[in-house]
């Protein structure tokens, strides 16, 4: 297949129409967009848009022309997903960079249609751009190093922007070249920078029925050292993250929402429980003999930090190893 370079990325030249429309729609947020300070563009309405980067969320004087150019963009951009239709309400996309974009209209969002851009970091940053922006130490660095070459299975844990996606993309650092690893997402996002990998996708299209959880047990038949998950969201995905990590594949890696370490287990508990695929006392047991290291990350007031290292030791009890003072902007460790 033929492709061409756009400022979205390489697209298909068959489709190169349809995203050439979409970069034209765009027009009013394209700066921010193409500026690899920029993490996140948030438009509220047409004509009242934010951005997110380095020097934190700030109110732009762009916008577009109406409500029905927003409507436009928004619209051409399920075209070319194939997500179109009459009852349109929201949209999940990915640009073919691997940005992402959640729109909703007017029907869900009264006050008129909205746009959230996660735009793809221009350069992956590795552990040591982390330590230099002080995510992490370098001490903790070393201990990450550690777990992934030990084939630790891990899970990121953290809120919307605080870097989860970052820090598993930056995992891959520490991974040989000799393993076989196989990434599934809803979104595509990860992209790791390694020889023998392949990508999973289930998208949100018209043709399209499969399920994260599908991508995650075909994985078993494609011969992985390592696999990982984007995101967990649901109890599907979640029990077969699970199922992978218990069949003897170490070394795999996921993330999800959560306050905390502890509270991340939790809420894998409650997903399996809810849909009363496990119960919730046995879950317990089943998540602290297969996840190994706990990483969670903040948007704290001083930047994106990794403010929790934790493991499961031997007993079973959730221990940290590595905290956070916010006020000092400084990191410790717990225990020897």
């Known amino acids: 297949m033929e492709y061409i370079d756009t400022i979205l990325g390489k697209v298909p030249k068959s489709d ?34 934010f951005v997110e980067g380095r020097s934190g969320m700030v109110e732009t004087n762009a916008k577009f022309e109406s409500e029905a150019a927003l409507d436009r963009f928004i619209r051409q951009l399920s075209i070319v997903l194939d997500q179109d239709d009459d009852g349109l309400n929201y949209l999940d996309a ?73 820090i598993l993309r930056a995992l891959a650092d520490y991974i040989s070249v000799q393993d076989r690893v196989i990434t599934c997402e809803d979104t595509l996002e990860l992209q790791l920078d390694l020889p023998n990998q392949i ?53 795999c890696a996921s993330s ?11 809420r894998i508990q409650y997903l399996l429980a809810k849909e009363g695929l496990i119960s919730y006392e046995i879950s317990d047991k089943e998540i602290r003999n297969s996840i190994r290291l706990f990483i969670h990350a903040k948007k704290t007031k001083n930047g994106k930090r990794i403010i929790d290292i934790s493991i499961i030791n031997e007993e079973g009890e959730l221990v940290q190893i590595f905290g956070y003072d916010e006020d000092l902007d400084s990191h410790f460790r717990l225990t020897p």
């Open 16 to 49: 190169a129409k349809k995203w050439q429309l979409v970069i034209h729609y765009m027009a009013p947020i394209r700066e921010f967009y193409e500026d690899d300070t920029i993490d996140e563009i948030m438009i509220n309405r047409f004509d009242k848009i």
């Open 94 to 166: 990915r640009f073919p960079d691997q940005s992402r974009a959640c729109a909703t209209m007017p029907a869900i969002s009264p006050n008129g249609c909205t746009v959230t851009i996660r735009c793809a970091p221009k350069v992956t940053l590795k552990f040591a751009d982390l330590v230099q922006f002080k995510s992490l130490t370098q001490e903790m660095s070393d201990f990450i190093e550690t777990e992934v070459l030990n084939y630790s299975t891990i899970l990121v844990s953290g809120s919307t922007g605080s870097g989860k996606t970052t």
């Open 199 to 251: 990508s999973l996708e289930a998208p949100k299209r018209k043709s399209n029925s499969v399920t994260l959880s599908d991508l995650i047990e075909r994985t078993l038949r494609m011969y992985p050292n390592r696999v990982f998950v984007g995101e967990i969201r649901n109890a599907a995905a979640c029990d077969a993250f699970l199922q992978v990590i218990n069949t003897g594949h170490g070394g």
């Open 256 to 266: 999800l929402h959560a306050n905390n370490p502890r509270d991340a287990i939790k």
